[in-house]
């Protein structure tokens, strides 16, 4: 439990108030908040959006990230798009995020690779794969689904429900032993699922790399959430 807490924002702008281009505002400025705290990840995680606003949005807050990191070069969050590898790739994002159905994270770098090779070549250029590796995590539901991730080569896992699920409160909570048992993986694990201030440091104790969420960070202030969680 002595590394460093990662620190997981997941958007959902249709939680901000607002119409849809004050949303999507707030939402941008939730991510410029979110990366001068020190958050490690960002999933853009908007669902709802066509593919052309869904690219849009991500290019949005692709370039924001990126001026950034030019004030601070300390700056390091990474943006990962929810289940489009395709859009991810368009809108130079730094990976992808996939729910359990989708492809697996060898066939995501595969395709990443097949088509930074195509735009070298259009752009008569060429590029190693390696400099253009995309981050990816995925979904899981239980141990047994990390170690598919882990053997599939993911970079991290998300584990949720620890806690429950507030838009679905039906749904069964993994709870603590669950992910401890997940944690036994080499694979860094993140805890999803009704993680708050209070319960954060129970889920490192049990083994997690970090947390991850959205409430907790949109609906607080993220500079406080940072200190607070690092502190752990």
């Not at 990976?95 to 359990?100: F, I, Q, S, T």
């Not at 995925?138 to 949720?160: I, K, P, T, Y």
Request: glycine share 8%; proline share 3%; aromatic share 4%.
């Amino acid at each position: 439990m002595g590394a460093r807490c990662l620190l997981y924002y997941i958007t959902d702008r249709t939680q901000l108030p607002g119409d849809e281009t004050a949303r999507r505002r707030a939402l941008l400025e939730k991510i410029g908040e979110a990366a001068r705290a020190g958050v490690d990840f960002v999933q853009l995680r908007e669902k709802d959006l066509s593919t052309r606003d869904l690219e849009e949005l991500a290019r949005e807050a692709g370039r924001l990230l990126s001026d950034l990191r030019i004030e601070d070069g300390e700056r390091r969050t990474r943006l990962l798009i929810n289940s489009r590898t395709d859009v991810a790739f368009a809108a130079g994002a730094d990976g992808v995020h996939l729910r359990g159905v989708d492809v697996s994270p060898s066939t995501v770098r595969f395709v990443w690779a097949e088509a930074a090779d195509r735009a070298a070549a259009l752009a008569s250029g060429r590029a190693g794969r390696e400099s253009c590796r995309p981050l990816v995590a995925v979904s899981c539901h239980n141990a047994a689904d990390v170690c598919r991730a882990e053997s599939e080569g993911a970079d991290f896992v998300v584990l949720a429900p620890i806690f429950g699920k507030r838009d679905a409160p039906n749904a069964t909570p993994a709870g603590l032993a669950a992910l401890r048992e997940a944690c036994r993986a080499e694979i860094p694990v993140l805890a999803l699922g009704a993680v708050t201030l209070q319960n954060a440091e129970a889920c490192r104790e049990a083994g997690a790399a970090g947390v991850a969420g959205i409430r907790l960070f949109q609906e607080n202030r993220i500079s406080e959430v940072v200190r607070a969680l690092r502190a752990l």
